[in-house]
Structure formats: structure tokens, C-alpha cells
């Protein structure tokens, strides 16, 4: 097989250059031949995790926890020429479902909302001639004709008496009939009042009483309390997730800003301080810090008494998507140059600059007054008493707000005043140029 | 004209319609391998998707409160099951929320059946989403039907599936085609006219004003039976070859002494810079960006090993999860071509690989048999390459004089080749001769420029181990030259004829196989006017292949290989 030989050739051991003649045994061969290299990533492993405990206090686990690759914005070879295309087809059929849907559950809901007016009445009556009061407000069914219960089929007499549901009048037995205690019938009418506190000077020592009702009214009133109920109810891991999720879209603004503070920076731009930056994403560590507790809460939260498995499996999952978040997006921010790289990409780009300007050398003039004029905010009364352009007035106020955000921590703030700044010094220089373009006119004029 | 972004966008729309909260995502079986081969599941994770559940088991009794503060998206197919499953769900509601979507056509009887079990009012949106189908690469797609054919015919459900399949990607990437097939094959006239029939009748849905229509192409695979049978020697088709890919998912837990972590791997071009450069590189190229692979690793591992100072430590904790993940990334595919190489030495693949190309590009009928009787000779060889290469052979010269095929049966029953490989040999010539061929099985180039060497140069294309061109890329030609015979592929129904179409879905029944798409792959690149969308029943090696084969003619009466049955007994 000598002609494969070339391709051999690439299993080389970058250490002593030895070919092992296949990657496997290239692995192999470095763990065994070079494991004292091994043995120093290993301690720096070691080292690392404690050092990351300190710095984010996260376990090595998490760190260690095999993810499947997340996410990368790859530029495939295979799809460059793809344009993109217009999202796929879709249907909805909602409407049409509503529709079917409302037609059926219609009538159960003004059923309910009909018996939950009737509960309201009921309860707010007071305690003499009750009986006729509740068959004033709900017309009770002519017992006369009714020789067995509706519901269980046996036949009324003197042992089993006719009794009528408060709520919609019907017949039934005693065996039958369900009994609605008054103070459930008291939250289910005005479930946010009695949440807390049940409200004690309505029920007017009948705390003990409850309404005789049948089935149907029963498991129609019983179902919309269960709504309630649970409308009603915030899970603690609901609210921690909410608030997770809050920092989360808060960090995403602040790595977002991180981000351009970092483009600016390395690009030389004297747009964002090196120190705004550095605090920027010390925040933005504390936040991951923030982040990483509450979701370490939620995995930690006891299980429901009656609760699925999933729960835990949510817990579990919702902890692991907190942690690759914080490993993927946020510790890999690009770390900051120092003050000396940073001096150096200054120098390097002021050179390009310079040599730009002496390409165009028509502007230097220009730049030059937007830049001499009381850069510093502090000499704001001392430029705006020097400048009668009220253009640069405007400019010198805006240059203080900016000072003033940046002691505030204000960044965002920074860069639109910044910006503000910028479409100033353009109108200004434009007002310059027509001034000098009326001044030559002018001259034109005179000369002709 | 993408695949996988049309998938994605879809995702997208499924968890971002439903607001922020907690989420769960319901699927059936095959929707979940849809979702699967764009998405993994911390990708998922990431757009609050926390928590999978398959519909089937939904059905089990739910102790326990519901879980009211998470929202379920379902993403099911329309089948009568899922239905059913979903109507159960409905009426016992574990969830808050309920966002339902269908992968395909749904009849409003379904939607109604739905609506009357919703007594809690817990479904907030009903859509059809057009993802009916596995998006493999940008412009390649499988139904993933195992054994579609029986008998020759289409199995009935099979026929179902691919006519939604097709139907889907069709509406995902919103074309409304003119649709014409092979016209020796009924089953690709079948499948193409039940597609039109269906275009038909859903014309407000497939009404996309377009002024350029594309072409739907439906070919059967039996015109092409040799490019299955070829070993393949760029990444992604090799490693389907030797090792089978499976939704993206390549199981190597039977190589001796692997660790558990990369006993089932993933490769997907859309996670996995490395998978997505050399996916269309050959066997050589890969051993060098391997190299340069490991190389970058030791680098960076280098890198991380001096540390002195505090600055150094912060660097390195701001580099580690990079490097982390490099490192999985680079045992993955250290492993996966240490062992495409073992097998290629272990087996002379190369050897085998030359033969199988000489006899589907040259004429020379005496060489070709000799050195197959050489091949046979050598105890290296697996058994299965050989009788793929002699079913090659007898493909290639079943009409020659001096045609030797039952000697080298002989030979390899002389081997102890057990009979049930050998009958393989029947199988495909019964398959390949139950379409009257209206195409030239081998495209023999006359002056075919011989290239010993392997790997010249970096291109690859000229190797002697990649002269075999597949018939898809010729029919192409043709389509690009407007010269695609009229009556050898008509068109379905009435239809205005359009001789240039700029946007082609090809659709092969009985399966593609990744040589194709590597074609298909150069011809979008070559012709940057045209756009090739590649789909089939299923994504072929050789295995599947022949097991789909024998499926297809195990009943069937043996018309054309009667001198070969004396020699085997099956």
C-alpha cells in the first residue's frame, strides 16, 4: 500500500514528530509518551476549578456536565450560495376551532355565571324567613308530580324526603343533595377578598351553615374554584423562574452594550473608557453570579408531596440550560485588552488617522475646531462663556450630562449622549462649511 | 430552496408564538427525529423548552396536580392515534397551556373532534406546520421509510407517507411545482399524480403567485442500482458506509475499548464546525485537517499549561469553556476516522474501491475479471465486498460474450460465501431488470484519463477512486440543457410544459445515497443559476441497500436470472 503512504505522512506526534501512522494511536501515544504534559493540564484543571469556585461559585460538576454542542453561528461551506428564503407555509386552524369549541362550552359558561349571580344573592340574604327568601330568588320545581329522584331513581316517602337544589331549584334526595359550606361559597364569589383573611362580618355567625345543592351545580361551581385556585396560585418555582428569567433579559442588554464597548475598544475609538468596560462586565459577572444561585435554587426546591417525576426533570433541566447559558454566552466574553495593548492600538490607529488626514487634508481644519474647543466637562462655564456659537454651547451641555452619566455607571446613557454629541459636531462642521462656502461666494462675487 | 432553515424558522415560530414561561414539547416518534436533526436538545433548552414528552405516553393515568404554570407545545403528525392520544390529553389537562401543531394536513374533522374534548379551554393555537420530513443536509431530505416496496409495488403506507413527505417540503419551502417522472416506472407515476391530485384540491394553499415554477422530478432508484453498491471515500457518504448514520447519530459502541461518551456520536453540519468543513472532503483531505485539528488542540492545550502570573489564570479561565468544548469536538472525530481507517486497511478497501470504479467507468471486460479473481484470492477481502463486486460485474456485462459471472460464483462459493449473501447477486439483477432500462446503466467515458495515484492534488475529483458519476448528475445536465426527453420524463396531468425550470426537487423512490448528494453538492456550486433540492425514500449505504432489494423482489418470480439460480440455493 505505498501509495497511501502520503496521506500517512499527517499522523505526526507535534511533540517529537514521530508518524504513529493513525490518530488513534497518536492519542495513544501522547497520553503515553507525553503524559508529564498531561499531568500539568491536569493540576491546572485542579487549579481552575478552584480558582472558578472563587470567581463565579460554580461547582467543577457544572463546568464538567457533557453538553451537546451549543449553537455556533457557523458559515458552512456547503450553504453560502443559499439566499435566504422566505419562511415556510403555515395554517391556522384556531378559528375554526374556537368556533366549534364555543359553540359546545357556551352554555356551560353562562350556566356557571348564571348559578354564581344566584351564590351571590343567596349569600347576602339574611337569616329570618330564609327558605322563602331562596325561593323567591330561585324558582324551586313543583314537587307535586315528582314520585323519584332524578338522579338515583328511587322513589320519595315519608323516610325519603324531596329536597331542591338552592341553586337551580331542581329535585333530588337526601342521599343525593351535595352541601356547599358558606365560606367556600364566600371565595368562590369574591375569590381575591378572601384570599387572606376570610371575610368574618359578612358571614354573620352562619360559619357553620352551607347550601343544599345538587350534583350538576356542584361540579360546575367546584370546577370554576379549581380555575381559580389555580389562577390564583404563584409556585415558588414559577416566581424564581420569573425572576431568572428577568436577569437573563437584563444581563442580554448588558453583554449586548459589553460587546460593542469591545469592538470600540480594539478598534482604538475613544467612544467608552477601558474602566467603564472593566466595571460593565464585572456586573455582568454578578449577574451570572445571580443567575447561576437562583437556578441552583430551583434544582434544589423540595418536591411537590404530590408531585410527577417531571418535576424533578424540570428542576434538573432548567438548572442545566442556566448553567450552559452562563458557559456559552456569558464566559465567553472576549476579555478586555489592557492599558498598554490598548495604548498600542491607539498609537497604531492615530498613525492610520494621521495618515488619513493628510489624504483629505481639506477637513483638518474642520476636525481641528471640534476638538480644541473644552473637551474636558469640567470647563463647562469656561467654554460656554468663550464660545458664542450656540451649536457648541449645546455641545459643552451635552459633554457634561455625558461626565455626569458616567459617574452614574449610566453606559447606554453615554452612548446615545455620545451619539447626540456626534450629530451635534456634524451640524456644527456643516455650519462652518457654509460659512466658508458664503465667505468664498462672496469673494467670488466681489471679484467678478 | 433550504431544507434545514426551513426547519429551523418553523422551530422558531413553534417557541416563540407561545410567549416566555416554561415549556414543554410533546412529540410522536418521527417528529421527534424531525426536530432531532436540527436541534439538540441544549439548543432546545435555550428557547425555555425544558422538559420532552412523547404523546404515547400521555395516555398513561397522570397522578398527581397538574402542572398548570407550564405551557405544552404539541408537534405531532396528523395520524388517527395521535388524535386520539391528544383527545385524552384534553379532556385531562397536565399543562396550562396547550399550542398544538400538526406537521402535514389535518381534516377539519380531526380539528372538530379536538374542539368538542377541549371542555377546559386549554388549547391556545391549532396550526399546520409543513415539516413532514428528516432535513439531512441544506438540500437533502429523507422520508426515512425502511423497505418502501414490496412486491415491486408500493406498500400503501409507504406510498401515504411519501406523498405527504413530498407534499410538506413542498409547502415549506412554497412551491407549487410541475411534476414529472420516469415514465418506465409506475411507481414514480403513482406517487407523482397522487401529489397532483392533492395539489389540486388544497389550490388556495398552494397558491403562491409565483411567476417561475419550479420542477418536481421523480426517478426510481432502479434505473441506478449501482451507485448503493460503491464504497464511498468523502466524509459524510464514508461514514455512512462503514458505519451507518442514523438521524445524524452514528453508534460506535462495537468498537473494542471505546468510552462510554462516544459509544453513539453526533454529526451535524449545523453544531459542528469540523463535521460541516470536510463534510463533502474526500478520505485524504480529512486526514490532514484532522491532523491540523489536533495540532490547533495541542496548541491551545500548550497555551494553557504555562501559567505563572494572575493574568495568565484569567486568561485561561476565560478560554476553558471554548477549549473544553474543542476537545470533545476533537476526540469525536479523531475517533470516528481512526476507525474509517482501520477498516480501509483491514479490509483493502482501497483495493476493492479501484475494481468497483474500473468496472463502472472503463471497458475492459478480460482486465476487469482478473482482477476480481485476484481480489477473491485475498482472504482479506470481507465476503460481502466481493459479491458486491460481482454483482457489479454482472450489472455491467449480463449482455457481454464471454460473460463469466457463474464462474465467480463458483469462486466464491469456493471461499465458504454463504448463500444468503450470495443470492444478493439475483435480487439485484431481478431489481435492476424490472424496469426496461431507458438509460445507460454505466457511463463509460471513452477516453477515461487513468490516474494511478491516489489523492492527486487537492481537488480529489480526479482520483481513480472517484471516476463513477452517478445518473442523477447526467439526468441534470440534460434538465440545465433543457434537453430532458419529453417522453421518457412527461408530465403529470395537463400542464403547460416549461422547458427551463431554474428550481428542481429531485425525488428518488427506492432511496438516494450521499454520492448523490455530493453531485447534487458540485452542481449547485457549478451552476449558480440553478438550485437542486435532493430527497428520497430513504438515504442508502450498501446495507440498506440490498436489504431493501430483497424486499422489494423476494416474491417475485425470477424472470431474468434463471441461469444463475442453478448455482445458489436460496
Redesign the interface.
Known amino acids: 500500500?505505498a501509495?497511501?503512504n502520503?496521506?500517512?505522512e499527517?499522523?505526526?506526534c507535534?511533540?517529537c514528530h514521530k508518524d504513529l501512522r493513525?490518530?488513534?494511536k497518536?492519542?495513544t501515544h501522547?497520553q503515553d509518551s507525553h503524559s508529564e504534559?498531561q499531568d500539568?493540564?491536569k493540576s491546572?484543571k485542579e487549579?481552575?476549578g478552584k480558582?472558578?469556585k472563587k470567581?463565579l461559585k460554580l461547582e467543577e460538576q457544572d463546568?464538567d456536565i457533557?453538553?451537546?454542542?451549543?449553537?455556533?453561528k457557523?458559515t458552512?461551506?456547503?450553504?453560502e450560495?443559499?439566499k435566504?428564503?422566505?419562511?415556510?407555509?403555515?395554517?391556522?386552524?384556531?378559528d375554526?376551532?374556537?368556533?366549534?369549541?364555543r359553540r359546545?362550552?357556551d352554555h356551560?359558561t353562562a350556566e356557571t355565571n348564571k348559578l354564581i349571580i344566584r351564590l351571590d344573592r343567596l349569600l347576602r340574604l339574611d337569616g329570618t324567613a330564609r327558605k322563602q327568601q331562596e325561593q323567591f330568588l330561585v324558582a324551586w320545581i313543583d314537587g307535586t308530580t315528582v314520585s323519584r329522584c332524578p338522579s338515583c331513581a328511587s322513589s320519595f316517602n315519608i323516610a325519603r324526603r324531596q329536597h331542591h337544589c338552592r341553586l337551580c331549584g331542581s329535585i333530588m334526595c337526601n342521599d343525593c343533595s351535595v352541601f356547599l359550606p358558606f365560606d367556600r361559597a364566600h371565595s368562590i364569589v369574591a375569590p381575591v377578598q378572601n384570599l387572606g383573611i376570610s371575610s368574618k362580618e359578612g358571614l354573620k355567625g352562619r360559619n357553620n351553615d352551607s347550601f343544599r345543592i345538587c350534583s350538576h351545580c356542584a361540579s360546575m361551581v367546584e370546577h370554576r374554584r379549581m380555575?381559580q385556585a389555580?389562577q390564583m396560585m404563584?409556585?415558588i418555582?414559577?416566581q424564581l423562574?420569573a425572576h431568572l428569567?428577568n436577569l437573563k433579559s437584563n444581563i442580554q442588554s448588558e453583554v449586548d452594550l459589553y460587546e460593542k464597548m469591545y469592538r470600540s475598544l480594539t478598534d482604538g475609538e475613544s467612544t467608552f473608557k477601558l474602566q467603564d468596560a472593566q466595571t460593565l462586565k464585572a456586573s455582568i459577572g454578578a449577574k451570572a453570579e445571580t443567575i447561576d444561585t437562583i437556578s441552583k435554587k430551583i434544582a434544589s426546591l423540595p418536591e411537590?408531596e404530590?408531585?410527577?417525576i417531571?418535576?424533578e426533570?424540570?428542576q434538573n433541566?432548567?438548572r442545566?440550560?442556566t448553567s450552559?447559558?452562563i458557559?456559552?454566552y456569558l464566559?465567553?466574553?472576549?476579555?478586555l485588552p489592557?492599558v498598554q495593548e490598548l495604548a498600542a492600538i491607539k498609537r497604531y490607529r492615530s498613525l492610520r488617522y494621521s495618515e488619513e488626514e493628510e489624504q483629505n487634508s481639506d477637513k483638518i481644519e474642520i476636525k481641528r475646531v471640534t476638538v480644541t474647543t473644552g473637551w474636558s466637562p469640567s470647563s463647562l462655564e469656561k467654554s460656554v462663556q468663550s464660545e458664542g456659537d450656540p451649536l457648541i454651547d449645546q455641545m459643552n451641555i451635552v459633554r457634561n450630562y455625558i461626565a455626569q452619566a458616567k459617574e452614574a455607571q449610566r453606559f447606554e446613557e453615554v452612548v446615545s449622549l455620545e451619539e447626540n454629541l456626534r450629530l451635534l459636531k456634524e451640524a456644527y462642521r456643516q455650519s462652518q462649511l457654509t460659512k466658508i462656502d458664503e465667505k468664498s461666494e462672496s469673494k467670488l462675487q466681489k471679484n467678478s | 430552496m433550504n431544507v434545514i432553515a426551513a426547519v429551523k424558522a418553523y422551530v422558531t415560530k413553534i417557541t416563540e408564538e407561545s410567549e416566555p414561561g416554561m415549556k414543554v414539547l410533546m412529540m410522536d416518534k418521527e417528529t421527534t427525529s424531525i426536530i432531532s436533526m436540527v436541534y439538540s436538545q441544549s439548543e432546545i433548552q435555550q428557547k425555555e423548552v425544558y422538559l420532552l414528552e412523547r404523546i404515547s405516553d400521555s395516555q398513561t393515568p397522570n397522578s398527581g396536580t397538574p402542572l398548570r404554570y407550564l405551557k405544552c407545545l404539541v408537534f405531532v403528525r396528523p395520524t388517527t392515534e395521535n388524535i386520539k392520544s391528544l383527545c385524552y390529553e384534553l379532556t385531562r389537562p397536565k399543562y396550562g397551556a396547550y399550542y398544538i401543531y400538526f406537521s402535514n394536513i389535518i381534516a377539519k374533522a380531526d380539528i372538530k373532534l379536538l374542539a368538542e374534548h377541549d371542555e377546559q379551554e386549554v388549547v391556545k393555537e391549532v396550526q399546520e406546520l409543513y415539516m413532514d420530513y428528516l432535513a439531512v443536509n441544506p438540500y437533502l431530505f429523507s422520508i426515512g421509510l425502511i423497505n418502501p416496496i414490496k412486491d415491486l409495488s408500493w406498500d400503501s403506507d409507504a406510498l401515504q407517507r411519501s406523498v405527504s413527505g413530498v407534499l410538506s417540503v413542498l409547502l415549506s419551502l412554497k412551491k407549487c411545482p410541475l411534476i414529472r417522472y420516469q415514465a418506465n416506472s409506475s411507481l414514480c407515476n403513482k406517487l407523482g399524480s397522487k401529489i397532483n391530485d392533492i395539489i389540486n384540491k388544497e389550490s388556495t394553499l398552494f397558491a403562491f403567485g409565483q411567476s417561475s415554477q419550479a420542477l418536481l422530478l421523480i426517478l426510481d432508484r432502479r434505473d441506478d442500482p449501482i451507485t448503493p453498491l460503491l464504497n464511498q471515500w468523502t466524509y459524510q457518504a464514508m461514514v455512512h458506509e462503514l458505519l451507518t448514520i442514523n438521524n445524524n447519530r452514528v453508534n460506535l459502541s462495537k468498537i473494542p475499548g471505546i468510552p462510554k461518551e462516544l459509544s453513539e456520536v453526533v454529526l451535524s453540519a449545523e453544531q459542528d464546525a469540523f463535521y460541516a468543513k470536510n463534510i463533502f472532503l474526500n478520505y485524504g483531505e480529512i486526514g490532514q485537517n484532522i491532523k491540523q485539528l489536533m495540532d490547533d488542540f495541542q496548541l491551545k492545550a500548550k497555551s494553557h499549561q504555562k501559567i505563572e502570573s494572575i493574568a495568565d489564570m484569567k486568561n485561561f479561565v476565560d478560554a476553558y469553556p471554548q477549549f473544553k468544548k474543542l476537545s470533545g469536538n476533537v476526540s469525536k472525530h479523531v475517533t470516528v476516522v481512526g476507525e474509517l481507517s482501520s477498516m480501509v486497511n483491514k479490509y483493502h478497501l482501497l483495493d476493492v474501491s479501484e475494481i468497483e470504479q474500473e468496472i463502472t467507468s472503463q471497458n475492459d471486460h478480460s482486465g476487469h475479471l482478473q482482477n476480481i479473481k485476484k481480489l477473491i484470492e485475498n482472504e482479506k477481502v470481507r465476503p460481502l465486498d466481493l459479491v458486491k463486486l460481482v454483482i457489479l460485474y454482472t450489472l455491467r456485462y449480463q449482455n457481454h460474450a464471454n460473460n463469466e459471472t457463474t464462474h465467480l460464483i463458483e469462486m466464491l462459493k469456493k471461499r465458504n460465501i454463504p448463500d444468503h449473501l450470495l443470492v444478493n447477486i439475483i435480487y439485484v439483477s431481478e431489481y435492476s431488470s424490472s424496469i426496461s432500462s431507458q438509460n445507460d446503466l454505466y457511463n463509460v467515458q471513452d477516453a477515461v484519463k487513468i490516474t494511478k495515484r491516489f489523492f492527486k492534488g487537492l481537488s480529489g475529483v480526479d482520483n481513480v477512486y472517484t471516476q463513477h458519476k452517478p445518473l442523477l448528475q447526467e439526468i441534470l445536465e440534460e434538465i440545465v440543457k433543457g434537453k430532458l426527453k419529453e417522453n421518457l420524463y412527461p408530465c403529470v396531468g395537463v400542464n403547460t410544459f416549461n422547458n427551463r425550470p431554474q428550481e428542481i426537487i429531485v425525488f428518488m423512490v427506492g432511496g438516494v445515497t450521499y454520492e448523490e448528494s455530493l453531485a447534487v453538492h458540485y452542481f449547485n456550486k457549478n451552476h449558480p443559476s440553478f438550485k437542486i433540492l435532493l430527497g428520497g425514500t430513504s438515504i442508502h449505504n450498501s446495507n440498506t441497500f440490498l436489504e431493501e432489494v430483497k424486499n422489494a423482489v423476494f416474491n417475485i418470480p425470477k424472470k431474468h436470472s434463471r441461469k444463475l439460480i442453478r448455482h445458489i440455493n436460496h
Open positions: 500500500m501509495e497511501a502520503t496521506f500517512r499527517g499522523f505526526l507535534p511533540v493513525s490518530p488513534q497518536l492519542i501522547f504534559e500539568i493540564l491546572i487549579f481552575y480558582a472558578k470567581i463546568l457533557r453538553s451537546e454542542p451549543i449553537q455556533e457557523l458552512l461551506d456547503y450553504d450560495f443559499w435566504p428564503q422566505p419562511s415556510g407555509s403555515s395554517r391556522s386552524h384556531i375554526f376551532f374556537r368556533a366549534i369549541r359546545r362550552l356551560q380555575i389555580e404563584q409556585p418555582i414559577s423562574y428569567q411537590d404530590s408531585s410527577v417531571k418535576i426533570a424540570l433541566s432548567i442545566r440550560a450552559n447559558y458557559k456559552d464566559l465567553t466574553l472576549p476579555p489592557s
